[in-house]
């Protein structure tokens, strides 16, 4: 039997048509439409004619071909779609057709490139960013909204070179990114004055906040403050693994023994997406330390940083960072922090396990969160390391999961 893609009936096999509806038996099925919570940037060309008198059409042609290539690279390098392109506007969403957790923070930072990249066209610009229920899925596939109505209108009104974003956007990434002082915009269509800020620049992922005690884990946690205080009594480095699936309190369990301990924290988190993202969490924790290690281990770290020319190899990079750690932990004991270390590509791998392998006389905490998918990648991580301890994190238990929603 055949499935009619539009109405779900059977068909016997060989018939063209379905019986029920008379549709094509294999013809695709309609698009079906949807309310989907997502992210717009609207990107538009400032001057565009002042730019087209003073230029020559072919020269304004190929300026433009770069324009539109190189602002849907950045889009579609942060996980989002360009919707369409209208005149020398650029419309792109965050969450269609593949939703992600991070849309907002992602629709931010490909905005900042994107703002970051006129200069280097020759161009200026201006961009919105709103967030917001849309439908989609018409057979115009396009986003429909109010969403996308504030979006427009907010790249309108910001100003040559500038990033406008709207309230229920800047919500979501409040404590990742840098925002400009609230203005208050008379919008074309709207009763009321809609608040809007100026996005500055990133500071880094979302921080969580947890008004709550935590329930449960106590076992977990002792055994994250044993290492700690072995870490400090042996003046050793410690690799402590939590691993667990999203949603399942990594983070929280984190949260919870940072906020009792004396020591210097820093932090990194892999990347699931992007270009070139191999050492990001490391370049996050470089400029959270604010220096380099002395003598020759700088070099690899300036290189990694760009503030040198000099080419630096993967082990000269491990061996840079890992000298710096011992130098800063010297001074206080140190936790560092690296989460969503599944995404982790091979090379940070190996970094942190050369760090755990080597370190010396330095009083080193290495808190790793990740999925239990990182076993999959590398099954022996953490195995036969006599500093080394693995925790799986399983849900809360029934009785738990009373006091918790209690």
């Known amino acids: 039997m055949a499935i009619c893609a539009s109405c779900g009936q059977e068909s016997p096999d060989g018939f063209r048509f379905c019986g029920a509806c008379g549709a094509p038996v294999d013809a695709p099925a309609p698009a079906r439409e949807q309310r989907k919570t997502v992210t717009v940037v609207f990107c538009d060309v400032t001057g565009s004619t002042a730019l087209g008198e003073s230029t020559d059409p072919e020269a304004l042609r190929a300026l433009l071909a770069r324009y539109f290539e190189r602002m849907k690279g950045?889009?579609?390098?942060?996980?989002?779609?360009?919707?369409?392109?209208?005149?020398?506007?650029?419309?792109?969403?965050?969450?269609?057709?593949?939703?992600?957790?991070?849309?907002?923070?992602?629709?931010?930072?490909?905005?900042?490139?994107?703002?970051?990249?006129?200069?280097?066209?020759?161009?200026?610009?201006?961009?919105?960013?709103?967030?917001?229920?849309?439908?989609?899925?018409?057979?115009?596939?396009?986003?429909?909204?109010?969403?996308?109505?504030?979006?427009?209108?907010?790249?309108q009104a910001a100003q040559p070179g500038e990033v406008l974003i709207g309230e229920a956007t800047l919500g979501l990434v409040r404590t990742a990114m840098e925002v400009g002082d609230?203005?208050?915009?008379?919008?074309?269509?709207?009763?009321?004055?809609?608040?809007?800020?100026?996005?500055?620049?990133?500071?880094?992922?979302?921080?969580?906040?947890?008004?709550?005690?935590?329930?449960g884990r106590e076992t977990e946690l002792r055994r994250l403050h044993d290492a700690f205080q072995q870490a400090v009594h042996d003046r050793s480095c410690q690799l402590f693994t939590v691993l667990g699936s999203a949603g399942v309190g990594k983070s929280r369990l984190a949260a919870e023994f940072l906020g009792e301990l004396e020591a210097r924290v820093v932090r990194g988190r892999c990347l699931s997406y992007g270009d070139g993202i191999t050492y990001w969490p490391v370049v996050?924790?470089?400029?959270?330390?604010g220096t380099l290690p002395e003598g020759d281990a700088e070099r690899p770290l300036s290189s990694l940083l760009g503030e040198s020319e000099m080419p630096a190899a993967a082990d000269e990079i491990a061996w840079g960072f890992r000298k710096l750690l011992e130098q800063?932990?010297?001074?206080?004991?140190?936790?560092?922090?690296?989460?969503?270390?599944?995404?982790?590509?091979?090379?940070?791998?190996?970094?942190?396990?050369?760090?755990?392998?080597?370190?010396?006389?330095?009083?080193?905490?290495?808190?790793?969160?990740?999925?239990?998918?990182?076993l999959e990648r590398r099954p022996a991580w953490g195995g036969g390391k006599w500093n080394a301890t693995t925790v799986l994190l399983e849900p809360l238990d029934a009785a738990e999961t009373e006091r918790l929603l209690a």
């Open 74 to 155: 950045i889009v579609e390098a942060h996980g989002g779609s360009v919707e369409k392109f209208i005149g020398d506007a650029v419309m792109a969403v965050f969450g269609v057709p593949v939703s992600h957790e991070d849309d907002a923070l992602r629709a931010c930072r490909a905005a900042l490139e994107m703002r970051d990249a006129f200069p280097e066209l020759g161009i200026a610009g201006r961009i919105g960013v709103n967030t917001g229920e849309v439908v989609t899925g018409t057979e115009e596939r396009l986003a429909t909204g109010d969403a996308v109505n504030v979006a427009a209108r907010l790249e």
């Open 182 to 215: 609230e203005r208050l915009l008379e919008l074309k269509g709207k009763a009321e004055a809609v608040p809007a800020w100026p996005l500055l620049a990133a500071t880094g992922d979302v921080a969580r906040r947890f008004a709550t005690p935590m329930v």
């Open 284 to 289: 996050e924790i470089l400029k959270q330390f």
């Open 328 to 374: 800063e932990a010297r001074e206080q004991p140190l936790v560092c922090v690296l989460d969503d270390l599944h995404w982790g590509e091979e090379t940070l791998l190996d970094l942190v396990e050369h760090v755990a392998d080597l370190s010396r006389d330095a009083p080193i905490l290495l808190l790793i969160m990740a999925r239990p998918e990182l």
